[in-house]
């Protein structure tokens, strides 16, 4: 299995992160942020406020990137707390790191193989606008 068919399995939905690899090596993570949700107008004092409140805590949280040696296979996983009787139980994929960490990936189709990967793993934080969040979620 290739890089690009592994990253494509294990981080399906981010379609920006070929920016943010970018804007991390050539040391441009402040302008990303900014670029990526501006501030607004000057104008509105309030806005603007909780902008750069968000902002400042965004770049206070920074951004990392490390290597890591991980083994990657598909499993049968059922979440079950209540002892519910419906089994419902999913396919997802399985990344354990040698540090005895790991996560679950679901809905990634791996198939029936066993990858053993040296995987990069990032953390970065962003400004996110309160619309792109569902009503019900409270936010600070």
């Not at 083994?71 to 009787?85: A, G």
């Not at 396919?91 to 790191?97: D, E, I, N, P, S």
């Not at 809905?107 to 309160?130: D, H, N, T, W, Y």
Request: aromatic share 10%; glycine share 2%; charged share 30%.
């Amino acid at each position: 299995m290739d890089a690009a068919a592994l990253e494509r399995i294990l981080r399906p939905t981010n379609p920006t992160v070929e920016q943010e690899r970018a804007a991390q090596a050539s040391g441009r993570w402040k302008e990303y942020l900014r670029e990526r949700v501006p501030p607004p107008s000057r104008l509105n004092f309030a806005r603007r406020g909780a902008w750069q409140a968000a902002y400042d805590r965004a770049l206070a949280i920074g951004n990392s990137s490390e290597d890591r040696d991980a083994l990657i296979v598909e499993l049968w996983y059922c979440e079950n707390p209540d002892d519910d009787t419906s089994h419902a139980w999913t396919k997802v994929v399985a990344v354990a790191f040698v540090d005895d960490s790991w996560c679950l990936v679901e809905k990634a189709p791996l198939g029936r193989q066993i990858v053993v990967a040296r995987i990069e793993e990032r953390r970065c934080s962003f400004v996110m606008p309160a619309r792109f969040y569902a009503p019900a979620v409270k936010l600070p």
